[in-house]
């Protein structure tokens, strides 16, 4: 079983920064990639980051040059700096991990964690 924690959301104000956190707990060996979601009020969950086992990431248009997503292998957690914060950005924040549980087999979370919740506004 693979579980997301995601935290270090709040208010801001606009052109505020904030930085989120996801720690991966469960029975694996290492923690291989990560994708960083949000969701607005009615509205669809979106992607707005990933990055891969080898380190390369993309992002959503929305939060290009914006945001930056990290990643700690060693204490088994993603980052997403979030830099000139505006209020289009405001969301519950998720994380979906993927790792790998044995030598050739790489899983994502069983399920979406509670989420994060950003609010920008003044």
């Known amino acids: 079983q693979v579980q997301v924690l995601e935290s270090g959301g709040g208010v801001v104000q606009p052109g505020g920064s904030l930085r989120l956190s996801c720690v991966t707990f469960?029975?694996?060996?290492?923690?291989?990639?990560v994708d960083w979601h949000r969701q607005a009020p009615g509205k669809e969950r979106e992607k707005v980051a990933t990055i891969t086992n080898s380190g390369a990431t993309d992002y959503a248009d929305s939060v290009k040059g914006r945001f930056t997503i990290t990643i700690n292998k060693a204490t088994y957690t993603s980052y997403l700096q979030m830099n000139d914060l505006r209020p289009e950005d405001t969301a519950v924040y998720y994380c979906?991990?993927?790792?790998?549980?044995?030598?050739?087999?790489?899983?994502?979370?069983?399920?979406w964690g509670q989420g994060t919740r950003v609010t920008v506004s003044s």
């Open positions: 469960g029975s694996f060996y290492s923690l291989s990639a």
């Open positions: 979906n991990a993927f790792v790998r549980s044995t030598e050739y087999s790489i899983h994502n979370a069983d399920q």
